[in-house]
């Protein structure tokens, strides 16, 4: 049987009756080829996961590469939050961050992603450009590395952390932002 989708959609809605006939089903089957998708299978496992309700929709939405674009360039700042409160006493933030961590993941295995987060790099790079290229740059190779240095520390506190142990990791991400930031002037 030819036809459009309207026309075979208004057959199939006026011939409910002949349902299980050879034409009806003939139909129905023209119908379901006409409109299918291809859809990759990763997008189809999120589809199908986030139609039984297995996770949320933040937590799916934040797995979607722009959902994970978003969340990096959200990183930084709320990093720095997190070492402000964290460097004043101020309790709260350590669990939020530990939470938002943990949806983050899970949109992730909801969607299909695994390895390396390079959707959330990006987002990493583009906050970290943003809030970099309005310092003018040090003369002299010494004079960049102090530089590169001082703000690979600003940028390692503002890493957000999601250990326990969040002044251990502030300290680490600290130094290796230094060092790195020294080195890559």
Known sequence: MAGSVTQLQSYLEANTDKKGTPLYDSALEKLRELVAVDVPPAMQRALETRARGDVGFAAFAAGT?????IEGAADLPLGAVQFITESLGIEG????????EQRIQKGREATGSEGFDAARLLGNIGTGAAAASGIPLAAGVIGKG???????????ASTPATSD??????????LTGGVAGGLLP
């Open 93 to 100: 933030m350590n669990e939020f961050m530990q939470k938002r």
């Open 146 to 156: 102090l530089q590169g240095s001082g703000l690979g520390m600003v940028f390692g």
């Open 65 to 69: 590469p722009a959902g994970r674009v």
């Open 165 to 174: 142990d969040v002044g251990a990791e502030k300290a680490g991400q600290i």
